[in-house]
């Protein structure tokens, strides 16, 4: 087992990663308090992990754990859902003194992180994710959100975990479509953060998506640790935080285009990055050797490299309600090279309906022109 | 004008008392940014206050603030109500840059405080109390939340303003019953934390009551130098801010029992109150003259000084769902003197009891013994 810290003073934290230690006691017993535990958790990851993980909290001294199941998929980000799950929580009496433990996906550990950060004003939890986007990306730095009709994670709060584990055993089971879906965060890691982990992955994506227990373990470590410095710099995201958007300007619209859960949050990052891609290019500011490296790399993965056919008004109007949208001005992350993402506010409007009409459907395209 | 500070590091914070400061610009200037401003008030105090607030914005550089109107009353502390709000922010597409500004009481500044701190993660908004209690009690400390079916404040955050602007100006339209209300948390923070104030109101009460500004500007300074003091000390209520919940465990019961809305809040603890110093008595901390002194207060407010026909089996189930009871062991604010308010978790369920049946139906009472 490796464990990173995200250090963030009395909020800091470890992630621990391993194979196995779902179901490690003594990796619970520090973050349980007096109160109740709640295990959040979905249809799909109960049968499989959730009696590992109850067997663990009981050992751990918690007496009783109570379940809260939540719809699978991005839908259950939803008003309603946290409604139930509040429920839940004061049916059973869980008080302050409670602890939440998210056992699943992004999804999951967004809505569960989101209950817990409100829930009697804040409560502690627990991230135990069973997805690589999760174990490498979204259990980490304590963004947690539902979505709204009217656009993704707009209701949420920054809330960190009192621990991460991250057992990449749990990815034996993970469905062959979420596994690359999962890729695409540690791609975008790379790009944005790290060349030697795109030379990585250029060099080891094939051992990655045949889960070897090696790489997997390599891709959460480095991904775990270049956010977890990115997060001890700017918690709230004001500032250096916004480079891990990258491709999430185009990918939140693709995901609220298409309707949510149609695309994987993954593969509209996929698409969205290499669309960012394609703009820093164009803006003046990446190679564009380097944009084909990116777009390679989401090809390989099997990945979409570019988003569906939707008129680009309609992306338009989907991304200036992006929450990085400032002043209504778009914001985007673009690439100066590999390894260095930065945030514009500054990009021309005609460049972007440039990257967007060149993939836009015939029609449309010529609609808006 | 006079401006008591929070003192909270990189969330510090002023409030402004005086009268006729509710439309100064220059208050409200250094805390819009670039982005639209959303005042969230009800259409009782819209009429009174919303034009003079809108112009002060207008004035401060705010273009076209957007309005939204929630309903009057404790059931506008709801989870319908706060969507409404998200629904309005977001079709006017208020961003990350926005400001909300509370206008009205407590209920105003609970629902609006609370959407601001989850709003995308959190924007920044200013408290503008209308009422005794938004001004001497809820409007400061960052404490917002929403109700639910099964207890009263369960869902919400720790959110510091970024101001408050008090115009004990507008106390002017306020109705009595409300004022008196107000005034119950006045004797709240004399009793719990400082025995000069308790003088001042045995001296004073009329003189508030009759709305005389001078007496106004004294009991909204003061209780706001009281209650920074102790936020400033654990913003969080880890542990000494909880002395501010003095007659809450009795009144939040006594709140749920009778109805949200039945029972003004204030007018609940302050039942709540000398139920709590009777129990104060009973366990032998507190002489009876000073409980005594409570009760006289209170009834010269024109406050009710016992809670409604209830069952003590139904108080007491009500009160286990507290938040302030950890490890379903019920947790009481008890006085130790006038000035001096402490947190016990050990007391006597029998002693409760005697309370309780003091003041039950004589029914309910013969079949709890």
């Given amino acids: 087992m490796e464990t990173v810290r ?22 619970y017993r520090p973050h349980l308090g007096a109160g109740r535990v709640a295990v959040i958790t979905n249809p799909v990851v109960a049968p499989l992990y959730l009696e590992r993980v109850r067997g663990a909290l009981e050992r751990a001294g918690a007496v009783a754990p109570l379940d809260v199941l939540v719809d699978d998929g991005e839908q259950a980000k939803s008003w309603g859902a946290l409604e139930r799950v509040f429920d839940a929580l004061l049916g059973a009496r869980v008080g302050r003194d409670g602890v939440i433990v998210a056992l699943g996906g992004g999804v999951v550990g967004d809505l569960a992180g989101f209950a817990a950060a409100v829930y009697q004003r804040g409560i502690p939890y627990l991230q135990v994710p069973t997805t690589l986007l999760a174990q490498v990306d979204s259990s980490v730095g ?17 809330h960190q975990p009192a621990a991460v584990i991250a057992d990449v055993g749990a990815l034996a089971t993970l469905p062959e479509r979420e ?3 999962g890729a695409a965060e540690v791609i975008k890691h790379g790009f944005a ?20 227990p090696g790489a997997l373990t390599h891709a959460v470590r480095r ?23 990258l491709g999430h300007t185009f990918g939140h619209a693709i995901e609220a285009g298409a309707g949510y859960g149609a695309w994987l949050h993954g593969e509209a990052v996929a698409a969205g990055m290499v669309m960012a891609a394609e703009l820093s290019v164009r803006a003046g500011l990446l190679e ?12 390989r993965a099997g990945l979409p490299a570019k988003g569906p056919s939707m008129a680009p008004e309609r992306y338009l109007e989907l991304m200036m309600l992006d929450k990085k949208a400032a002043g209504g001005r778009m914001r985007f992350i673009l690439l100066e090279r590999i390894g260095r993402a930065v945030m514009r506010g500054d990009v021309d409007e005609r460049l972007v309906r440039d990257v967007l009409a060149a993939g836009a459907p015939p029609a449309s395209a010529a609609a808006a022109r």
């Fill in 223 to 245: 991904s775990c640790e270049l956010k977890a410095t990115v997060v001890a710099a700017d918690e709230r995201e004001s500032g250096r935080r916004a480079v891990l958007n």
């Fill in 288 to 299: 564009a050797a380097d944009a084909a490296r990116l777009r390679a790399l989401v090809i």
């Fill in 193 to 212: 953060l790290d060349a030697a982990l795109v030379e990585w992955l250029e060099a080891k994506l094939e051992a990655l998506l045949a889960r070897e």
């Fill in 142 to 158: 304590g963004k947690t959100a539902i979505n709204h009709a009217r656009g993704k994670n707009m209701i949420g709060a920054f």
């Fill in 6 to 27: 995200v250090e963030l003073g009395g909020r800091s934290y470890p992630i621990h990663i391993g194979a196995g230690i779902l179901d490690a006691a003594e990796l």
């Fill in 179 to 181: 596994l690359r879906a």
